[in-house]
């Protein structure tokens, strides 16, 4: 499946072979920032700038029964990434803040070693100590707008507000770690990824066509 975020709150989702409609749902009011399937394809998170993060159940069928939201957070979403077992959500917000919840119940999880337990499946997230190397010097806090870690997990690639895409080694725990930086984009890149082989990175700018 594929899931659209819209400006107005709305999202739909298509069937990926087809494109045809399978369901639309709209809870929010505001611009949706982040959609994410969990592993296990039960749960679809949806973050918006309402600081929330709303949790759906997929298996109930076109009709997406609202599990929970997660509130509490302090600012619009960045980035959402589910963990492996599809029990937890880790957010990246507005303020520069990284949280994670457990899910369905949407609890705040605040110890900071069971959050280190967690294997993420993913991991979109430019905040915490895992990647803390991405920031170049004096850097400010918008400067670096989105990451990605390999399927493999061995790099994470970077995209910033200068219109550079980075490829470091990870984890990336050393701050001002080295890398690799390519050239292709105006200002700003707002969404970087790696192909499911890990043999390409797709990214994408903001003002490349204006």
């Not at 600081?51 to 302090?74: E, F, K």
């Not at 969404?191 to 490349?208: E, P, Q, Y």
């Amino acid at each position: 499946m594929l899931a659209v975020g819209m400006k107005n709150g709305e999202f739909l989702i298509l069937l990926a072979n087809s494109l045809k409609m399978w369901t639309k749902k709209r809870d929010r009011s505001v611009a949706l920032q982040d959609i994410r399937f969990s592993p296990d394809r039960r749960l679809m998170a949806v973050g918006s700038a309402e600081n929330t993060v709303d949790v759906y159940d997929m298996s109930a069928g076109p009709s997406l029964t609202r599990l929970v939201y997660c509130c509490d957070i302090p600012a619009f979403i960045l980035q959402l990434d589910f963990s492996a077992d599809s029990c937890y959500i880790q957010v990246s917000t507005g303020t520069y803040q990284r949280q994670v919840f457990e899910v369905p119940s949407g609890k705040l999880i605040s110890d900071q070693s069971a959050i280190d337990r967690i294997t993420w499946a993913t991991w979109t997230s430019i905040l915490g100590d895992e990647v803390l190397g991405i920031w170049p010097r004096n850097a400010e806090k918008a400067d670096v707008t989105c990451a990605c870690v390999s399927h493999a997990g061995l790099n994470i690639v970077t995209g910033d507000d200068f219109g550079l895409v980075k490829l470091f080694d990870f984890p990336c725990t050393e701050k001002f770690a080295k890398h690799k930086r390519y050239l292709g984009h105006s200002p700003h890149v707002t969404n970087i990824r790696f192909s499911h082989d890990d043999k390409f990175v797709i990214s994408a700018g903001l003002d490349d066509c204006r």
